[in-house]
Every structure is written in structure tokens, then in C-alpha cells.
T-cell receptor
């Protein structure tokens, strides 16, 4: 079945440093979604990428979808303590209608 | 709108006991899902439903059953709980958007411990 791999598993940064997490799928995706989960919370949708090579920005967050639609990245510029949490990428052959396959997530730990 | 709600929030079961987790959404979403989250494993799909009266198996369906008798509710049942089912269970719902995919809205989760 489809596998979604995400690296790194943990990332420690000093507040103000940049952060990047990478996601790779074993199969071509129709779209890729990113979620954030705060400690003790539930996953919250961040963004969806659909087109090959697409780049989207949300304030300090930049999301990219690879040309082959099998990989993606999330980059956070100048991290803040509010960025703490686990970031997941997720995809599904049907775009998510029949559920998503999640990566294991990257835990972002910020040291003030 | 309450969004997606789950009951109960916490539960402790003994091995062999049964229980039902309830998920309700008030967004009129067609699609609903049950995931489990274990440390270091991310979220894994248990079962899902693409509409009232329909259900399908996900990645890890063994030991679970589901029902979607009403569009707004999705029930997850454990007939005979096992310690391996200790986990946090998340329900999610989504709507059909062919252009933008199926953004999922998650409930707050149910923390289940089986002893």
C-alpha cells in the first residue's frame, strides 16, 4: 500500500531559527495536505497542494509540492514559540475521499 | 457550530470488554473517518464512510466495527477490547471538493486505555 515518509522525526531549534520538514510518498499523489497538532490537541488542517511544482505561502510558512507529485516540504521562517507542535503531511490516491495516509510527523521543539 | 465532537473523552477498559465511541458532526459533511494515533506511528485509518449507510475498511480495521446510520454520526465499536487497542482515537469529517481535495476536520479525540 501507499507509504508516506517524513523526516526528520524531531527537530530542535532556537527561537528565530528556520525549520524544514520533508515528506516523500511511495506513489504519485493527487494532492498533499499538511496538518499541525499541538501537544495534547488534535490535527488541524493547514493547507492543501494540488498542482505539480506548486508553492504556497502562509505568513512565515512556505509549502512546496514536487514536480513529480511524490514529495513535499514545509519551511517555517524565523520560528516562534507558537510554532511548537507536530507537523504531518498526508495524502491519498483519491485526494482524501477514502481517507488519508499520514506521515509519522515531525516534532518541532523550540528553545527560547 | 460545534464542528466534530467525540464521546467519551477518556475511557479505561478491561481486556475483553466492549464499547462504542461516538462521533458527531454538524457540518453536513458526506465523508467521515476513524483514525488511531499511537506514539511514533502517526495517524492510521481504521474505517471510513463516504455517505450515510456506507462504510469501508481502512489500513488497520481488525478488531473494530463501524456504523453510519445517520449522516451526522459515525460510530466505532470494539467488541472485545485488547491491550493493543490502547490508543488515541480521532474522528474526522470532510466534504466533497473535487478541485481542492478533501480537507479533514478532526474531533478532539478519545483516549482509550485497555488493561
Amino acid at each position: 500500500g501507499q507509504q508516506v515518509m517524513q523526516i526528520p522525526q524531531y527537530q530542535h531549534v532556537q527561537e528565530g531559527e528556520d525549520f524544514t520538514t520533508y515528506c516523500n510518498s511511495s506513489t504519485t499523489l493527487s494532492n498533499i495536505q499538511w496538518y499541525k497538532q499541538r501537544p495534547g490537541g488534535h490535527p488541524v488542517f493547514l493547507i492543501q497542494l494540488v498542482k505539480s511544482g506548486e508553492v504556497k505561502k502562509q505568513k512565515r510558512l512556505t509549502f512546496q509540492f514536487g514536480e513529480a507529485k511524490k514529495n513535499s516540504s514545509l519551511h517555517i521562517t524565523a520560528t516562534q514559540t507558537t510554532d511548537v507542535g507536530t507537523y504531518f503531511c498526508a495524502g491519498g490516491p483519491g485526494g482524501g475521499a477514502d481517507g488519508l495516509t499520514f506521515g509519522k510527523g515531525t516534532h518541532l521543539i523550540i528553545q527560547p | 457550530n460545534a464542528g466534530v465532537t467525540q464521546t467519551p473523552k477518556f475511557r479505561v477498559l478491561k481486556t475483553g470488554q466492549s464499547m462504542t465511541l461516538l462521533c458527531a458532526q454538524d457540518m453536513n459533511h458526506e465523508y467521515m473517518y476513524w483514525y488511531r494515533q499511537d506514539p511514533g506511528m502517526g495517524l492510521r485509518l481504521i474505517h471510513y464512510s463516504v455517505g450515510e449507510g456506507t462504510t469501508a475498511k481502512g489500513e488497520v480495521p481488525d478488531g473494530y466495527n463501524v456504523s453510519r446510520l445517520k449522516k451526522q454520526n459515525f460510530l466505532l465499536g470494539l467488541e472485545s477490547a485488547a491491550p493493543s487497542q490502547t490508543s488515541v482515537y480521532f474522528c474526522a469529517s470532510s466534504y466533497s471538493n473535487r478541485l481542492q481535495g478533501y480537507e479533514q476536520y478532526f474531533g478532539p479525540g478519545t483516549r482509550l486505555t485497555v488493561t
